[in-house]
């Protein structure tokens, strides 16, 4: 028999899946976990009980969620539902508006900002920018593409066949058009056709092939002429898919009826898309053509011109972009998600993109060496996780990606490039993750729970979810305002200390001891299993080997509290300081140091893991490291 020191120094593999669990020759096994749910992974290697939820508001239903930064003072939260926004600053609503997407389209929308200005697009409803004109002051309006001595600058294009023609009856006044094919729908009322690239609008619709038209710009002649085409953004034809701004031009990819299209405005001119003549400053346009579909689902402005199908990766150089120097490359053949937009996120110089094949988050980064692209899985060591993510985004100060699953999980990726660390964990809630959005500091997320959709936060003074914190003058037992959880049994920390369970009547509760200041809310356990131990020995891997776990030696940071199980069922390990207090007292000690655990009994079953932690009590626990000695048979 052999005694052998286990040393677990950080947990920066993240959750591994169990397809894994014959590779202990890998270094992110050695690091990795079974289990890590609702915990936050540090680039650090500790790993920590995640942050509660704060509650913040009640919301009209499923949605959207969309940061909004003003200036660096002044960050709002946009919550889009069903037809209606809803603007929270600092966790207060400060303004409401009407919008025309119904909570069915909410999931194709994508969005730009540039200053006090959101752009929002979806391909079937007309885009709309979002404007904050003060604090409590926002308006919603659509699209408005330059006008120019009565010609709009929008682009347009010929849907019709190549041979079809266009007749006009005069060059002037209102006229009418004859087509020598079905061309005209009653949706085109109101909108621009070119007739030898000058223009008329639409007023009425007497048939398929017979229109009346206004003249905006005087036409040529009255002949018959192939050179026609129409406004390419309209009720008939489709609206933007998604936009960006690149090198001052504003970047539109792809429309409902021209998915793999792409058009950028003349430079510092955001709405005007006039080709001109082919001038360095004037509009670009062109389609993304190669053998295989590429319906643009996103267009990202990094290093270069980014562009996101549904079957490559493409990248638009030029330096500055010009209608001579723009150059379109390929450069990886993964796809984007079509049935959802997720937006693509900037971390450290990579772009973060959901596959089409919805199982798998890539980065997609330059590379110096080939000059290229690359797009790398981040999720190929935790493919149980990713369940078609329907949104993401990236908390910049504790360096997390959280994604949101169509199952109502939170996945969370610790990314810290330059350390090699990515790892994910698991969020889960009394209820179902809908969208996540950081707004600064704040990360705030939509949730589906029993009483309703609700906006909460991430709050690291909490360790309950949908919560909320009272304080009062003097000691009382009497804590209201809990409407949203009524009739749900909530966890209790009164003046630091875990009292009670108790149970929402009437929108209140009655704790079990008079306190200054109360938390309540709905309990979450975190998790947090080590991966089958991986021993060496003269007969190999140690597969099958009978062993027998120690002494476990937990490295703790600012804990409350450890609850283990190392074979024979949980049990709490005191938390006590030199001279300390235990567990008992009115206001449980925060620890920092080791705590060792002994423990009996052989085992040979394999991927039994030699411990594991589980707690729901709202206290606070960080594991550092761990240290198990083992006494193996071989």
Request: hydrophobic share 40%.
């Amino acid at each position: 028999m052999a005694r052998i020191n286990l040393i677990k120094t950080n947990f920066n593999g993240g959750e591994i899946g169990s397809d894994l669990y014959g590779r202990g020759d890998l270094r992110a096994y050695e690091n990795g976990a079974a289990k890590l749910r609702n915990v936050f992974l540090h680039p650090t290697g500790g790993v920590t009980r995640r942050a509660g939820l704060a509650y913040v508001d009640a919301a009209r239903g499923s949605g959207r969620l969309i940061a909004f930064e003003f200036n660096t003072e002044q960050v709002y939260l946009l919550v889009l539902s069903n037809l209606y926004l809803d603007v929270y600053r600092d966790g207060v609503k400060v303004a409401s508006l009407a919008t025309p997407w119904s909570e069915a389209q909410l999931s194709q929308i994508n969005w730009t900002q540039s200053a006090d200005t959101l752009l929002v697009s979806h391909p079937d409803v007309s885009p709309r920018k979002i404007t904050r004109t003060s604090d409590t002051s926002w308006t919603i309006l659509e699209w408005e593409f330059l006008i120019e001595t009565d010609a709009l600058r929008q682009p347009f294009h010929k849907f019709g066949g190549t041979d079809v023609t266009l007749t006009a009856s005069a060059t002037t006044g209102s006229i009418t058009l004859t087509a020598s094919s079905d061309v005209f729908v009653s949706g085109h009322v109101g909108a621009r056709f070119r007739v030898e690239k000058k223009q008329v609008e639409i007023t009425s619709i007497t048939s398929a092939t017979v229109a009346v038209a206004l003249v905006k710009e005087t036409l040529t002649s009255t002949a018959a002429t192939k050179d026609w085409d129409e406004q390419v953004f309209s009720s008939v034809r489709g609206w933007p898919v998604s936009a960006a701004f690149h090198q001052d031009r504003l970047v539109i990819g792809g429309s409902r009826d021209l998915p793999n299209r792409l058009w950028l405005s003349k430079s510092s001119d955001l709405f005007n898309f006039d080709l001109g003549t082919g001038l360095d400053d004037e509009a670009i346009d062109f389609d993304v053509l190669s053998d295989q579909v590429n319906a643009i689902r996103a267009v990202f402005s990094g290093r270069h011109l980014q562009i996101f199908t549904s079957g490559a990766e493409w990248m638009v150089t030029g330096d500055p972009l010009t209608p001579n120097s723009v150059q379109l490359k390929r450069q990886t053949r993964i796809g984007s998600s079509v049935d959802r937009s997720v937006r693509p996120l900037d971390v450290d110089g990579a772009t973060l993109f959901v596959a089409r094949n919805s199982q798998e988050i890539r980065e997609f980064l330059f590379t110096d060496v080939e000059q290229a692209y690359q797009a790398s899985d981040l999720s190929l060591l935790a493919r149980h996780l990713i369940n078609t993510p329907v949104d993401q985004d990236f908390d910049q100060l504790r360096r997390l990606m959280h994604v949101v699953m169509s199952n109502g999980d939170m996945g969370t990726l610790t990314l810290y490039r330059a350390e090699q660390v990515t790892a994910w964990t698991l969020q889960q809630t009394a209820g179902s993750f809908l969208s996540v959005a950081v707004a600064d500091s704040d990360v705030y997320v939509l949730v589906s729970r029993a009483g309703g959709v609700f906006v909460e936060k991430f709050d690291d003074t909490l360790a309950t979810d949908s919560a909320l914190k009272g304080t009062s003058g003097v000691e009382t037992d009497a804590w209201s305002g809990l409407d949203h959880l009524e009739g749900e049994t909530l966890k209790v920390r009164a003046d630091g200390s875990v009292q009670a369970d108790r149970v929402v009547t009437g929108g209140a509760i009655t704790i079990e001891s008079p306190a200054l200041n109360v938390e309540a809310g709905l309990a979450f356990t975190h998790e947090i299993e080590p991966l089958p131990p991986a021993i060496k020995s003269a007969r190999g891997a140690g597969q099958g080997m009978a062993m027998r776990l120690i002494e476990a030696t937990f490295r703790l940071r600012d804990s409350s509290m450890l609850r283990v199980d190392t074979g024979k069922g949980f049990s709490e390990v005191p938390m006590k300081t030199v001279g300390g207090a235990g567990l008992l007292d009115s206001a449980p000690p925060v620890f920092t140091g080791d705590k060792r655990i002994r423990a009996m009994g052989w085992r040979r079953e394999g991927t039994t893991p030699l411990w594991r932690v589980a707690q729901d009590t709202p206290l606070p626990s960080t594991i550092l490291s761990v240290t198990t000695e083992v006494k193996v048979n071989d």
